[in-house]
């Protein structure tokens, strides 16, 4: 029986004894972890929404934060450099997902097959998901570095590569230096929970399928395709919101340089409020980052529910 | 011509597969080569992917190195352990029973409750860090471990409690319905048949929980100014001075972080697959 087939009888069924002993259970099962969400995230982040309409000067000891209506957001917009993070935004976010999920579903098909070895592999996959980034950033730092590094030494012996490699001195170099670390950190992840959902098509499709004559595109297209498509949904949009909220991956490597060219939202909120004083302004930004994300969640939300998570 | 495509097929797969190995392995090998090394063999041009003189100094100097408020490594990995541990043990516990409530029960704001958790699952924590810091600077908390520990167990737990929702979904309540029949409590079913039901589950989320914490830079570096709270990752950038970085032994310390957590990833992949897959599919 498919689970949700459970929860259907479960959920839809009118609970036998609705008593006050039992409302009290549920708050005793509910309470602590609401107490806890309440003061140390929802709270917060209606403080980011209040403060994101105060004025904040820079001299840290005035008290008095008078409204400032939407000065703030029309400071980040008005910003010269809001283009240029907006870009490296979208841009970071555009093909990191793309790379991770094309790359992740293809090494998932790959992984699929059977081949002496396939659950070592599957385990060593694992790796870049569980390294930190702390030490995926200087692992990359170092190998990259062009005087001392492995990786720029293996580089440079390339026959088209000329002169010494400085991957993260030039814009272009820096953003796709740090796009490729983003994708190599989490394409893993959506292997693994694409050969999931491939372990669960039953052999006897293809059978039919090739019995059919239908060809390894074919099969792809027609069986393997709709099969995985709820996950891939589901995937893309987890990703999306993972990818565009990155700080830490780029931070330890660029600090948002060189000028700017790395500098997405998250490091942008970051130096804005913590180098530049610029409080308000950060805040505004977190706003707008938050009603993006909210947005992309809404989404997430209503396919879970036709799913019948609920 | 059959065999031969066969076999043609078949070699390209190996080659595919080793191709992958490679792009996977190679920083995780890269870091390793490197903590082998000492700094001064990384800085003579030292950088095939081999080490030419391998040697466990770098290991020795990242063990035994202090820095100038007196802590080193070990002050550091107990600081990260403990941190981590109680976190993952209140994240854990409270939402695998508002994990298991919102699975089980039906109550008046189960849909908004389990909407705020999708979402606060997936905001960016760079939002709730400018006011959280201002609070806790103005409580004068800035500085405590206790403080770092209930955020790390706050920041874990939507993510927890999305993936206990989908793990107990797939639970079947005709066990919970016997045990009901019998006069068991809720509080009596949740301890005696969900729990040791759930013992792989809970040990793989626990995992993820602990690595939140144990790979954290962005709340440690805001909040633990002084060098003796520092965990591990803050610790890591101790070997880094204004001229001169002291690339083998970070390397060695980001060996010892890292390896533990890889072999406890490998150890529970199983069920940390399934039960992100259960989460992913709701």
Redesign the interface.
Known sequence: MHPALYRGTILNKPSPLKSNRESTTILQFILPAVIVLSIFVFIPIFQTILMSFQQWSLSASSKSHPFAGFKNYIAVFGLSQFKTMGYATISYTVLCVFGKMILGLFVALLLNKKFVGRSVVRGLMLIPWAMPSVVVCNVFLIALDPNYGILSGMITKLPFVKGPFQVFNGTTSAFAAVTIIGIWKNFPFISLMLLAALGGIPQDYYDAASIDGAGRFRQFLYITWPQIKPIWNTLLTLQVLWTVKEFELIYLITKGGPDSATGVIGIDIYLNAFRFYKVGMACAEGVLLLVFCLIFSIIYFQNQNKEGAL | MKPFRKTAAGII??M??LL??I??????V??I??SLRTTQN??S?D???IPRQPTLQAYKNAIQSYNFSGSGFGTWSWNSLWVCLIATF?AI???A??G???S????KF??P????????Q???????????Y??IAKLGLTNSLGVLM??Y???F??TS?WLF??FF??I??ELEEAAKIDGC???GI?FRIILPLSVPSISAISLVAF?TG??D??FAS?MMKRAALWTL?LG?TSFRGEFFIQ?AE??AM?TL??IP??I???YL?RY???L??GG???
Not at chain 2, 23 to 28: G, N
Not at chain 2, 104 to 107: G, L, Q
Not at chain 2, 122 to 132: D, G, H, K, R, V
């Open positions: 797969k190996y595919l597969v992958v190995c792009f996977v392995l190679l920083p995780f890269i870091m080569s490197y990384i800085f041009l950088h095939g992917l209140i516990s409270f939402s029973t508002m298991y409530a919102i089980r029960f039906s109550f189960k849909k409750l389990w909407f705020m958790i999708a979402l606060t997936t905001i960016p924590w760079i939002i709730i860090l400018i006011p959280y201002m609070n209930v955020t167990a706050a920041v737990l939507p409690a929702v989908g979904n797939n079947p309540i409590s809720q509080w949740f690595v144990w790979g830079y962005l805001t990752p890591l690339w970070i390397m980001s972080v890292t957590i890889v406890l990833f490998i992949q940390l697959v399934d992100m897959s992913v599919k709701g």
